[in-house]
């Protein structure tokens, strides 16, 4: 199984930046859409950046303007800029992938990896 492994988090004021990185173990430059989620304590995991195979790009409404999503298919890497950054930010985040542009069927492109977690905190 391809494995995920997200690094580059820590503890930021609000209003500072941060880049998160995701390395895979396996290619991703077939895979249609390669994305950023996340997930704080008591909530549901959520997606906050995507981007495809193409090019295309969708944040959630809470990021946008905020977060860039970036991949790099020759290196199996795919990062996420995050400046601005709020309380609300906090939680772990995840990257992971879709094999379809569109629907369900496709499934996840791999396990979900540990996370790093993203602390913003006067």
């Known amino acids: 199984q391809v494995q995920l492994v997200e690094s580059g988090g820590g503890l930021v004021q609000p209003g500072g930046s941060l880049r998160l990185s995701c390395a895979a173990s396996g290619s991703i430059f077939n895979i249609a859409i390669m994305g950023w989620y996340r997930q704080a304590p008591g909530k549901q995991r959520e997606l906050v950046a995507a981007r495809t195979i193409g090019g295309s790009t969708n944040y959630a409404n809470s990021v946008k303007g905020r977060f860039t999503i970036s991949r790099d298919n020759a290196k199996n890497m795919v990062y996420l800029q995050m400046n601005n950054l709020k309380p609300e930010d906090t939680a772990v985040y995840y990257c992971?992938?879709?094999?379809?542009?569109?629907?369900?069927?496709?499934?996840?492109?791999?396990?979900w990896g540990q996370g790093t977690q993203v602390t913003v905190s006067s």
């Open positions: 992971n992938g879709r094999r379809e542009l569109a629907g369900d069927s496709g499934g996840f492109f791999a396990p």
